[in-house]
């Protein structure tokens, strides 16, 4: 079954090519359709290789260069559940993105179809490899291909920028990366992760280590978008088109914070232990990711904008998933990846569909309009409340393993935390949901920032295929609480996903893993604490989009005190996201040299 | 001296750093990232160096005399291709800010803020 | 004091931590000259024994390595679509005839002529031989586009534009990108693990040498080339048209 590993990224890159070349001889509805189908089969190999790998990794040496004496000379790709998973999760909305853009998109589509495929296939090799390089060279294949999708629309000023601070900074932090593998090289000789990990076994972190975990974790941390490097997303965000968008918070943030666990368990869990400073150094930084991501997406009226920085906020909490560095912990990060996906996917649609319709993304601009589309309402309700943490719908799954995972390390008090910051975020999409498509609060409000307009689509595109993939999106994204099995699965391929001597040994001296039994198909049942956060969660959400829709009619001497104390540091976190790229290339610095310095200090 | 070239490449880092930190100019920022590359060229390449090693080229040489590692130079290789791809796509969206709004400070192009 | 100022004062400071941890970490490797790690040794006694290669990083990047090498090809392919993609022409500029500017002084033109062939000609002779001595797809790709954009200098835009066609270039560089990827499923539709040599090792030290290796380089070599042109291109169309247009 290995060879069904090459192909989610051959099929899209083999395609993207042929379209570039057929591109003036054959009708675009033609390349459409052959863009649609390649990605499509990526999405059903990568499905394939999960289930293989359920059984065990799935292995393929490129070149057909096996290992000789235990020292890998070629480059592997090494699919275990987790990693093909999310290969699949990536290629399925890239399907589901070029479904929507059969009608959302309306020039240069071809070369868009081309680079949305080169797009999949790095991101599905990044997922199943086993090779730290390899992994920087599809990092890099996947960020040329965003920036030129971020920067699509030229006719505009906004896109400009976007394209530029996402450039930058990412480049920036592969670097950064590229000089930690250097470092890693030096030490071990070797490339592989396997190789890696099985070389730095054994022996105490010393600087070189210590200072090679920060850059690579920097590296991939710029990517998944935390904070203080999480500058670039809102601005990309706002400003690419909507089925970009569907894969940048989908998929692309979520490469990041898979590779810092892939590269944590593989190569550093051995000499560094499980180390208490690691983990409380990244559970502070996703902490803090979370609720400033949740603040900023209260302030925001650009509808792109709010939904990125609820990305931000969900990625906070992925970070804590994986930073816990515990394995049911690390099967809720998954979990919520899956979800967050598919619904944030899903929202995204339906902000490209408000923007075709109604003819603009602002929120306070959009007051009432929206009654006009109500099924576009309904499902970003759908997806609003997907979010928040309810019960059996949307991200509650991941969720409920994540807070299990916490109170196992006995860190339970960030569990208070990811509630409010995702219940404020949900609240932010509810209030914009509410305002655009019922009608209800304010038509102004003071407090959320004012952004550039975007352009409409010249034609009125047809709505059908964007309804079709958005509904679908929506529809996975919230089902997947209740997927029977889906829990004791992600829990079983986490537990393999951190076990660094089984992997070692399987890639290296190809030992035949254990066989296990077949998980039964059961869904997680609520329990009482995860009922009360949920409820609370919800009730919170619908509290913070009160306030956020009716705030001027609370009484003018708590309005007034309220606002002496809260702005000055609203203001400063506003200007603190300034849209000039030497400011987040400076925050890129501060926040290497402190994480360095913090674990230069505590690792010795 | 037995750490120099180490430190040369870490060095130009931090220039290159400080440069695309205080840019005005979005041409001159590409090449503040050009430097940054060049400094992990040095550090890889310098990395693989051994002593009275000659080129990985055996052409009338025999088998089994020492060479420099070959990884490092392919990797320095695959690492030139990919930053010379981003520098140019970078030029490029600074080719368009000027087109269109007629400047290539960065500090001006922040339209979306806050 | 302007908000550049200030960054740059903060810079320094946190420039200095980082610089600091950075050289603290560099510390750590073994000093200059003494690397003995096992990869480079392996493929440093295996390149020439088993690809009959005696370029050993030729045989790493298009052999040991040669799915990073895919990965990289494809790099280049999305970039310089996505340069095509930026620098589109938009509704309002229209197309327009390039304009016909060519030089004029014969000492030029003469000097161009030798230059270009003897470019194209070293060019193609770093591809060939990349097996056997430095060079390789890369280097000479690169060669040979510098080598088509001093027609440019040499002859003027007039002419430059007749030749660097749109419809010649994409077909060679998606031939050259593809060509890459189809190597390998002709290994993997033939049971052997992706990209695996079907060819036989070769002769070494001479043109055919590496077998499939042989074949990959000049895929590479095309779509490189092929590439990089159309980045000139577009880059002058930009710049160049407009100021050869008002000169008339």
């Not at chain 1, 987790?82 to 059969?102: E, P, Q």
């Not at chain 1, 913070?544 to 708590?558: I, K, N």
């Not at chain 3, 420039?15 to 990869?39: K, M, R, T």
Request: proline share 5%; charged share 15%; glycine share 12%.
């Amino acid at each position: 079954m290995s060879w069904l590993l090459p192909l989610p990224v051959a099929i899209p890159l083999l395609t993207a090519a042929a379209i570039v070349a057929t591109e003036s001889l054959l009708p675009r509805r033609v390349l459409d359709a052959v863009a649609l189908a390649a990605a499509a089969a990526a999405t059903a190999f990568s499905l394939l290789i999960m289930l293989h790998a359920e059984a065990g990794d799935v292995l393929h040496w490129f070149g057909g260069w096996r290992p000789s004496g235990g020292v890998a000379i070629g480059i592997d790709f090494a699919a275990d559940p987790l990693g093909a998973g999310l290969a699949a999760l990536a290629c399925g909305l890239v399907t589901l993105a070029l479904l929507y853009s059969w009608s959302y998109m309306q020039e240069a589509a071809r070369l868009f179809d081309a680079l949305m495929l080169v797009f999949c296939g790095a991101m599905a090799g990044f997922a199943l490899t086993g090779d730290l390089f390899n992994m920087f060279v599809w990092f890099e294949l996947m960020g040329v291909a965003a920036y030129a999708l971020a920067g699509f629309k030229v006719e505009e000023l906004g896109p400009l920028q976007g394209a530029v601070n996402f450039a930058i900074t990412n480049t920036a932090g592969a670097y950064l990366i590229l000089i930690g593998i250097g470092l890693l090289y030096a030490r071990t000789g070797a490339l592989n992760l396997a190789q890696l990990g099985r070389m730095l076994a054994g022996h105490p972190a010393d600087r070189l280590v210590i200072v090679a975990l920060t850059l690579v974790f920097v590296g991939f941390l710029v990517k998944a978008a935390i904070v203080p490097f999480h500058w670039w997303l809102a601005d990309a965000h706002a400003v690419a088109p909507a089925p970009v968008c569907v894969l940048f918070s989908g998929a692309m943030v979520e490469m990041g914070i898979y590779a810092v666990a892939r590269i944590y368990w593989t190569v550093f869990s051995s000499p560094l232990g499980h180390a208490g400073e690691v983990r409380s150094l990244l559970v502070w930084i996703g902490v803090v990711t979370a609720l400033v991501g949740a603040l900023m997406c209260f302030l925001q009226r650009h509808l792109k904008r709010m939904l990125a920085f609820s990305t931000i906020t969900h990625a906070g909490v992925m970070l804590v998933g994986v930073g816990l560095l515990d394995p049911k912990a690390l099967a809720g990060a998954a979990n919520l990846v899956l979800s967050h996906g598919f619904v944030k996917g899903g929202l995204f649609m339906v902000c490209g569909a408000v923007l075709v319709r109604l003819r603009a993304v602002d929120e306070l601009r959009l007051h009432g309009a929206g009654r006009a589309v109500p099924w576009w309402g309904v499902l970003w309700a759908a997806g609003a409340v997907g979010l928040i943490g309810v019960p059996y719908v949307g991200v509650f799954l991941g969720h409920a393993l994540v807070d299990d995972g916490a109170t196992a390390r006995g860190i339970a008090w960030v569990q208070p935390l990811l509630m409010i910051a995702e219940a404020v975020s949900g609240g932010a999409l509810l209030r914009a949901g509410a305002r655009v498509f019922l009608g209800w609060g304010a038509k102004d409000d003071s407090l959320l920032t004012p952004e550039p307009p975007e352009e409409p689509p010249e034609r009125d595109a047809a709505v059908a295929p964007m309804a079709v993939a958005a509904t679908i999106a929506i529809v996975i994204g919230l089902a997947l609480s209740v997927t029977p099995g889906l829990e004791v699965r992600t829990e079983h391929a986490a537990e393999r996903f951190v076990d660094r001597t089984a992997y070692v040994a399987h890639v290296l001296r190809d030992a035949k893993p254990a066989r296990e039994p077949r998980p039964p198909f059961t869904v997680r049942a609520a329990t009482t604490e995860s009922w009360a956060y949920g409820l609370a969660a919800l009730a919170l959400a619908a509290l913070t989009a009160a306030f956020g829709l009716w705030r001027h009619r609370l009484p003018e001497l708590f309005r007034a005190a309220a606002g002496r104390a809260l702005r000055p540091p609203v203001e400063v976190l506003r200007s603190a996201h300034s849209g000039i790229v030497g400011d987040y290339l400076l925050w890129l610095t501060i926040g290497t040299a402190v994480i360095g310095g913090v674990w230069a200090f505590t690792l010795r | 001296m037995n750490f120099l070239a180490y430190g040369v490449a870490g060095w130009i880092c931090l220039v290159g750093f400080y440069g695309a930190i205080v840019s005005k100019n979005l041409i001159h920022l590409a090449l503040c990232l050009t430097v940054i590359q060049s400094s992990t060229y040095i550090l890889l390449l310098s990395i693989g160096y051994e002593k009275h090693g000659g080129a990985p080229i055996f052409k009338g040489v025999k088998l089994g005399t020492t060479a420099v590692d070959p990884v490092v130079q392919s990797l320095t290789l695959t690492d030139i291709v990919i930053s010379v791809t981003v520098i140019a796509l970078i030029l490029a969206l600074a080719l368009d800010a000027h087109k269109k709004a007629g400047t290539i400070d960065p500090d001006q192009l922040a339209d979306f803020h806050g | 004091m302007t908000r550049r100022r200030i960054r740059g004062a903060v810079a320094l400071p946190a420039l200095g931590v980082l610089g600091a941890v950075l050289f603290w970490g560099l510390s750590g490797l073994p000093p200059f000259g003494n690397y003995h790690g096992i990869y480079g040794f392996l493929i440093n006694h295996r390149a020439l024994p088993q690809r009959h290669t005696t370029n050993a990083v030729t045989a790493t990047v298009f052999d040991y390595r040669g799915f990073d090498t895919m990965g990289e090809e494809f790099i280049l392919f999305a970039a310089v679509t996505g340069v095509v993609l930026l620098l589109r022409k938009t509704g309002e500029e229209g197309e327009d005839e390039p304009p016909e500017e060519e030089v004029r002084s014969d000492a030029l033109r003469l000097f161009g002529m030798f230059a270009v062939a003897g470019g194209a000609l070293v060019a193609l002779w770093l591809i060939a031989y990349g097996l056997v001595t430095p060079g390789g797809g890369f280097q000479g790709g690169v060669a040979l586009a510098s080598a088509f954009a001093l027609l440019f200098l040499a002859a003027g835009y007039g002419p430059w534009a007749r030749r660097a066609k749109d419809a010649a270039l994409d077909p060679l560089e998606s031939l050259g990108a593809s060509g890459y990827v189809i190597i390998g499923l002709a290994a993997l539709i033939s049971g052997l693990p992706f990209l695996t040599n079907l060819l036989g090792p070769g002769k070494p030290g001479t043109l055919w040498s590496g077998g499939s290796l042989s074949f990959i380089n000049w895929a590479v070599a095309m779509e490189v080339a092929a590439a990089n042109v159309i980045l000139y291109k577009d880059f002058l169309e930009q710049y160049i048209a407009p100021l050869a247009r008002g000169r008339g």
